[in-house]
């Protein structure tokens, strides 16, 4: 655990830390070995949202035994108001197709704000066997290692990444964007989770990363990771990260990339 130099810092990241780490186990050990064979029936959705469901019980609840006079916010239908200015900001289990059809990116995002602004964000990663925390004003970690972004390359080298909307009219808008996007980028990845894209703009993996229409239990955590690696994030250009419009990119990206997504509608249908 590292980062964390004032007392409520630090009590709120190993809370997040054991929390997450917690429920990461519980939807590795816990998924079914043939859940993916049958991911074309109703059955495996159904499994799918018990073990989201279980996942955001037990951080709930871990969260309440230790932090009892917090505020929380969670996908899966937490939401309420605390006495203490710290509000929990919970995506439990972030990459849910993914982790339908067996494929290792999903995470487990928990994010502590603090009088309305993030404070501590944790991204487990238990198909990787990753851990990334970040400390406002601490930096961003991945266990012990310190984190640092990319060096910022030209646009035209940049390695991007981005996700799709459930809608369909929303995704393709979101295709046509991407397509005039490619020709000015190295190249577009689509990973499945807005967490731990926003880990990989980071850890140095990604030089970029957009979406639109994440919610506030997607990009809490990861935002702030990513902004203690030096890498700059935010909405159309002025605004913070939303559901219109969230970037993330190493400093020299982020201004050309957004400034691009801004002229090609990426905020709208």
């Not at 067996?102 to 993030?118: C, F, K, N, Q, R």
């Not at 404070?119 to 970040?134: D, F």
């Not at 689509?190 to 997607?218: F, K, N």
């Not at 990119?249 to 997504?261: D, E, K, M, N």
Request: charge should be negative; aromatic fraction near 6%.
């Amino acid at each position: 655990m590292t980062g964390a130099r004032d007392p409520l810092a630090a009590e709120l990241l190993a809370v997040a830390l054991e929390a997450a780490r917690r429920a990461g186990a519980l939807l590795r050990d816990g998924r079914p070995a043939d859940l993916a064979v049958a991911a074309t029936k109703s059955s495996p959705i159904d499994v799918v949202t018990e073990m989201d469901l279980a996942a955001e019980k037990l951080i709930t609840g871990y969260l309440a035994e230790h932090r009892p006079d917090d505020g929380l916010l969670g996908e899966e239908g937490a939401a309420t108001e605390g006495a203490s200015g710290v509000r929990w900001v919970i995506d439990p289990l972030d990459g849910t197709v993914n982790y339908l059809y067996g494929l290792p990116t999903w995470a487990v995002s928990i994010a502590a704000e603090l009088d309305g602004e993030t404070l501590v964000g944790v991204v487990e990663a238990p198909m990787r066997g990753e851990t990334y925390h970040a400390v406002r004003g601490g930096g961003a970690f991945l266990g012990e290692h310190r984190l640092a972004c990319r060096p910022s390359p030209p646009l035209d080298q940049a390695l991007v990444s981005t996700g799709f909307n459930y809608v369909a009219a929303v995704r393709a808008h979101q295709a046509q964007v991407a397509g005039r996007l490619i020709p000015q980028l190295r190249d577009i990845r689509r990973s499945g989770s807005a967490a731990i894209d926003l880990a990989d703009v980071a850890a140095g993996r990604l030089d970029g990363y957009y979406e639109r229409g994440l919610h506030p239990w997607d990009l809490a955590a990861g935002d702030l990771i990513a902004r203690e690696a030096g890498a700059l994030t935010g909405g159309r250009p002025g605004a913070p990260p939303s559901g219109d419009l969230t970037v993330a990119a190493s400093p020299g990206v982020f201004t050309p990339l957004q400034h691009l997504l801004d002229e090609y509608g990426a905020w709208h249908d």
